[in-house]
């Protein structure tokens, strides 16, 4: 019964009911865009080996403490070498650099925003250095400082779009080092700057850019049970590399990819509070929409109400009426919500990227948890927008109700 | 009270001493006054009076659309004037057909559909309401007409379908507020005819009415004047004369 009134007034019921379909695209587009970033740092956690860790002057989730950081002492060869040395509890360390303004010439031409990483062999036992063509460079040839490059994926496709990497020589600096080898894609959208890099051996890294730069030491705990303990281990040991003395902190930062995870839930924080400023608005505008048509819809009616009154319908089938009434306005606007976001989001994953590669974190389809979220808060919105209105029909006064035109 | 009364004279319904009262900013406007009336099962009454006389007021007391400001109200042996909203809900669900002059019908339900109404709210499944509502429908002579719209029927038809509403819970009275007022002469007469049958079934019929040869059908006549009883007299000749069989 209450149905059939919505349908008779198709047109105003749909206009009635835009508010909450604007609220509830808000809510579903919001959480999917979090679910492609959840899913982004999950690739991430996996592609990068979540048992990582890398002792560095700077801090991943530096932040605030900038300044702070800034004025910390550069971490030596010295102290990186001695660190290495007298780890005992991971499975690898060994010490790695970066260089982010370099020049590079690769068949006569110039290239910028690649960055050249010095490192170790054992880069290649990790996650990060897995090897799409060619090699890494061996124990040998890290040794000898040997002039051989392992090229990241982006920077591949940039200068060889045609394949045929291997074998071809690159400048660096204005030293010719050889191509062995090309990293697997290691990029989210997270991590992509991982595909603009460069690996060299550390030696050679070193001669290159020379001494004084800071470096900073990649352990693999080798598992995440072992974390905490090796994250004590390598803790005691620079404390007492560098000097420190009990009361002061510590002048360097084990960082792991889970400093990502504040980075994100910060990042997290922004979309919800961007997002749920204009959702409460929408919603407020949508409660107020269907709470005005529902006003209209029981004027209207009032007659309706009085007959209905006479033979008997009680207060509360009254109310459930209307009740449901805007329950289902709300209902079918969450549905049709659910329809065009569905349509939006596969359009924009489908499409974006090829704009925006950093889109390719975005899944095609709603995660179906939302479509829970959506019915809930539309029967909630439903419920809140026609109390009103059902109260007032439901205490009309059946005399007076008959006797209106 | 602890009074015996015989059974055979207990009256279905008992109004004594009710007045209704509208507070006109400091003036007390009585719609009725001290009005006593006695209606007894299967009986044919007809309450007349010309507009203003209070009619309306006591008919939507009497079909417990409305209560008394004083007075008492006995329907089958229940005091009505005591009862809140959702209680007379099920006195009028229950006990009370209702035939308004407008018919009001609702107008995007079917004929039978509008049948059925009551029986919604009495809480009766939906296989009996259908096949109970088709059987009423039939009984008024509009069995063909179950799956039509209000605007698809004339004015008589549609009376009759309000008529089938008011019957299908088998209510113990029926109350008809000027039932021909929207019908012409003619339309209006077979209707009185309906009502003559709807009698001689057994029930019990209140036409509210200010045309004479309309409360002629009646077995007893009340009229009203100024919210007081102005006469009350038995009609020693109801109009059957169109009742041929």
């Known amino acids: 019964m209450a149905l059939t009134a919505l349908y008779a007034n198709k047109l105003r019921s749909?206009?009635?009911?835009?508010?909450?379909v604007i609220g509830i695209s808000f809510v579903i587009l919001m959480g999917w865009a979090l679910d492609g970033l959840d899913h982004a740092m999950a690739d991430a956690f996996k592609a990068l080996g979540a048992d990582m860790l890398y002792v560095d002057k700077w801090d991943w989730a530096g932040g605030r403490r900038w300044d702070l950081i800034r004025q910390r002492k550069p971490i030596t060869i010295e102290q990186g070498k001695e660190l290495v040395e007298r780890l005992q509890t991971p499975e690898l360390a060994y010490m790695y650099s970066n260089a982010h303004r370099a020049n590079f010439k690769c068949k006569d031409k110039a290239f910028t925003g690649i960055s050249v990483n010095g490192t170790g062999w054992q880069h290649s036992q990790t996650p990060m250095g897995s090897i799409l063509e060619g090699r890494h460079f061996s124990i040998f040839e890290a040794q000898q400082s040997a002039r051989v490059a392992v090229i990241g994926y982006n920077v591949?496709?940039?200068i060889f779009p045609e394949g045929g990497a291997i074998g071809t020589l690159l400048k660096i600096n204005g030293i010719d080092f050889t191509i062995i080898g090309v990293?697997?894609?290691q990029g989210t959208a997270f991590f992509d700057f991982l595909d603009n890099e460069v690996h060299i051996p550390f030696g050679a890294f070193i001669k290159?850019?020379?001494?004084?730069?800071?470096?900073g030491i990649s352990v693999k705990a080798g598992s995440e049970e072992n974390m905490e303990r090796v994250k004590s281990e390598i803790r005691g040991l620079m404390r007492s590399i560098r000097n420190l003395k009990p009361n002061q902190e510590d002048d360097f930062s084990i960082n792991e990819l889970k400093a990502f995870d504040e980075i994100l839930n910060e990042m997290r924080k922004y979309i919800w509070g961007a997002g749920i400023g204009m959702t409460i608005l929408s919603f407020i505008v949508g409660i107020?929409?269907?709470m005005n048509i529902m006003f209209v819809s029981v004027t209207e009616r009032t007659k309706e109400i009085g007959i209905r009154k006479a033979i008997g319908a009680r207060k509360s089938s009254i109310w459930y009426q209307f009740i449901i009434e805007s329950s289902v306005l709300c209902i079918a606007g969450s549905i049709f919500s659910l329809i065009l976001c569905s349509i939006i989001v596969y359009l924009a994953a489908t499409f974006l990227p090829d704009y925006w590669p950093k889109a390719d974190l975005l899944s095609p389809y709603l995660p179906y948890q939302l479509l829970f979220i959506a019915s809930i808060v539309s029967i909630f919105v439903g419920i809140i927008a026609g109390l009103v209105p059902a109260i007032r029909a439901a205490n009309l006064d059946p005399v007076d109700a008959l006797r209106y035109e | 009270?602890?009074?015996i009364i015989e059974t055979e004279k207990n009256p279905l319904i008992r109004i004594e001493h009710i007045s209704k009262v509208y507070e006109m900013g400091v003036e007390k406007v009585y719609a009725i006054r001290d009005i006593s009336i006695n209606i007894y099962k299967n009986e044919y009454l007809a309450i007349m009076g010309p507009s203003g006389s209070g009619k309306s007021t006591l008919m939507?007391?009497?079909?417990?659309?409305?209560?008394?400001t004083s007075g008492l109200y006995h329907f089958t042996g229940l005091d009505v004037s005591d009862m809140d909203d959702n209680e007379l809900a099920g006195i009028r669900n229950k006990e009370i057909g209702f035939v308004f002059q407008t018919f009001n019908l609702l107008p995007r339900a079917s004929s039978l559909k509008n049948?059925?109404?009551?029986?919604?709210?009495?809480?009766?499944?939906?296989s009996l309401r259908k096949e109970k509502a088709m059987a009423t429908l039939t009984d008024v002579g509009l069995g063909d007409r179950a799956h039509h719209k209000p605007n698809e029927l004339s004015g008589g038809q549609r009376q009759r379908v309000a008529i089938a509403r008011a019957l299908v819970t088998n209510p113990s009275i029926i109350l008809a507020d000027e039932p021909t007022g929207n019908l012409d002469t003619k339309t209006g007469e077979d209707l009185m005819i309906l009502f003559n049958s709807l009698w001689q079934k057994g029930n019990t019929i209140i036409i509210v009415t200010h045309e004479e040869f309309i409360a002629r059908h009646a077995h007893r006549i009340i009229r009203l004047r100024d919210g007081l009883i102005e006469s009350e007299e038995v009609n020693p000749n109801p109009t059957y004369s169109l009742m041929k069989n």
């Open chain 1, 14 to 20: 749909f206009l009635a009911s835009l508010g909450v």
């Open chain 1, 208 to 215: 290159i850019f020379g001494r004084e730069r800071s470096v």
């Open chain 1, 288 to 290: 107020i929409g269907i």
């Open chain 2, 1 to 3: 009270m602890s009074e």
């Open chain 1, 156 to 158: 591949n496709a940039k």
């Open chain 2, 60 to 68: 939507n007391i009497l079909g417990c659309l409305d209560t008394p």
């Open chain 1, 183 to 185: 990293a697997k894609k």
């Open chain 2, 115 to 126: 049948v059925e109404l009551p029986l919604v709210y009495g809480g009766v499944s939906s």
